[in-house]
């Protein structure tokens, strides 16, 4: 069975950090291109980030980009998202998702994945 089990999500005050993790059983992220999304209150899901399998390659948000990093971890077969400088408006539940295509122009896509962690949690307060 194919399973992302996803940790790190809380909260934080603006400006502070946290560092989210995705820990997959049933394949290996060595083989799956993996992503983050999120979705906050009241707003549609958008994407996060995303790695492609070899991880030499990784893909951002404007929202995010120069703050949050994705990378991952092939041995412990785990996928992270480092969030600094958090703001109010990254507060939302976020998800790790998995996609075995591997098409790179595709990683921004929520349907492209079909794997999907439970999600996580994240609050930001100002």
């Known amino acids: 069975q194919v399973q992302l089990v996803e940790s790190g999500g809380g909260l934080v005050q603006a400006g502070g950090s946290l560092r989210l993790a995705c820990v997959a059983s049933?394949?290996?992220?060595?083989?799956?291109?993996m992503g983050w999304f999120r979705q906050g209150p009241g707003k549609a899901q958008e994407f996060v980030a995303a790695?492609?399998?070899?991880?030499?390659?990784?893909y951002y948000a404007d929202s995010v980009k120069g703050r949050f990093a994705i990378s991952k971890d092939n041995a412990l077969n785990t996928v992270y998202l480092q969030m600094d400088s958090l703001k109010p408006e990254d507060t939302a539940a976020y998800y790790c998702?998995?996609?075995?295509?591997?098409?790179?122009?595709?990683?921004?896509?929520?349907?492209?994945?079909?794997?999907w962690g439970q999600g996580t949690q994240v609050t930001v307060s100002s």
């Open positions: 998702a998995a996609d075995q295509s591997g098409i790179p122009s595709e990683v921004g896509r929520a349907a492209t994945y079909e794997h």
């Open positions: 049933g394949l290996s992220v060595r083989t799956y291109n």
């Open positions: 790695i492609r399998r070899s991880g030499g390659y990784t």
